[in-house]
């Protein structure tokens, strides 16, 4: 069973940037999908960002061309670089993984991210 670390949450101003990393303790290279979710108090998980095998990534509209999703295989890990946050970007982000259209998704636990003045 892989297993998910996530990294990089934190406090930061409006306007402000973190880059959130998820690393797999197996390998992401032939992964048929991961991305990242989030969840705000009282609202439901969203989709925030998405690769899946053979598709360009997509995004939330709410976070599209201030958000980018990437990888990098040989340290298998994932990240999401956040640019220009904003209140409303505050929440618990979780990454996960699906190696194969069959397979189980796999969490990370979950990073807080929090825009504030």
């Known amino acids: 069973q892989v297993q998910l670390v996530e990294s990089g949450g934190g406090l930061v101003q409006p306007g402000g940037s973190l880059r959130l990393s998820c690393a797999s303790s197996g390998s992401i290279f032939d992964t048929y999908a991961m991305g990242w979710y989030r969840q705000a108090p009282g609202k439901e998980r969203e989709l925030v960002a998405a690769?899946?095998?053979?598709?360009?990534?997509d995004y939330a509209g709410s976070v599209k061309g201030r958000f980018t999703i990437s990888r990098d295989n040989a340290k298998n890990t994932q990240y999401l670089q956040m640019n220009s946050l904003r209140p409303e970007d505050t929440a618990v982000y979780f990454c996960?993984?699906?190696?194969?259209?069959?397979?189980?998704?796999?969490w990370g636990q979950g990073t807080q991210v929090t825009v504030s003045s």
């Open positions: 996960y993984v699906k190696p194969t259209t069959l397979s189980r998704t796999t």
């Open positions: 690769m899946t095998r053979g598709s360009r990534p």
